[in-house]
């Protein structure tokens, strides 16, 4: 993988996400308003109109070489928001959440048809350099998965291969405060991070997302592996980093979505396996008063 020399001056990381809400690499390469004209197809109108929108999908299509895994899914994500993403398993969700940073390149074969849209700017457009992009959209998972290295390394890392050069004790320390896990860890930065707790280490995981400084966090069902205490302390922070971040979330724990999000979006999938988009909307709305028989079905239990 190619280290991006971008943001390889030094204070260019500190500030990235307050000033520049769009890709600065895709601008210059391939020209902002050259990107908007060749968008095509209808993004769906919805209750985010009135909010900042950070992801604008239209019509999605995720492969698998010939495999459709996600059917033409239309939604927007907005900023500083909680959006969950659920849905039966095998319905596309990671999948999705994979194009949402283009984590999805890394697999031999995958392909989208539609467009995403990241702050107006078409995230698959030539010139767009996937390891800004990924530098800018974080990603946690399922498992935590800490490097076998220092809890401070953990932190690190990033900043380290994009060039920080600036104080690094501060930026570990600010990135494990924001993390929630600094009180925690803070007299033992030299422990391996693989022997914290499984809700510590996800943290670690969240505070090595956030030391790159991005705009966007996604979390691939982030507590599945992590007992009920420590699911709601990773709850509880997500509610705080919303301040600065746009989160996205997939769960398969629907009080999770209910409790944390802020629009959830259910998605399901048809005879061809393909997911697809049922509805999305404010998540209150969602819970109780689904529009489609298929989500009413799926938050009483009914199926899956
Ligand atoms: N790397 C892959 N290669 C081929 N097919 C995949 C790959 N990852 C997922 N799939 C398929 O794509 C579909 C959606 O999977 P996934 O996104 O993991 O669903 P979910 O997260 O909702 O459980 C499934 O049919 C799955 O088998
Ligand atoms: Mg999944």
Known sequence: MT?????????????????????RIAQEAAGTEAIRQETTGESVPFHVEDEETVFDLRELSCYYGDFRAVREISLRVARNKIT?????????????LRSFNRMNDLIDGAHIGGEILYHGVNLYA??????????????????????PKSIYDNVAFGPR??????NMDELVESSLHRAALWDEVKDKLRQPGTALSGGQQQRLCIARAIAVEPDVILMDEPCSALDPIATLKIEELMHELKENYT??????????AARASDYTAFLTMGDDRAGYLVEMAHTATLFTRPESKLTEDYITGRFG
């Open 84 to 96: 969950a993403l659920i849905g039966p398993s095998g319905c596309g969700k990671s999948t999705l």
């Open 126 to 147: 030539d010139g767009v350099d996937p390891v800004e992009v990924r530098r800018r959209i974080g990603m946690v998972f399922q498992k935590p998965n800490p490097f």
């Open 247 to 256: 989160i996205v979330i997939v769960t398969h724990n629907m009080q999770q």
């Open 161 to 166: 291969i994009a060039g920080f050069r600036g």
């Open 3 to 23: 280290v991006n020399t971008e943001i390889d001056s030094p204070g260019k990381t500190e500030t990235a996400v307050q000033e520049t809400p769009t890709i």
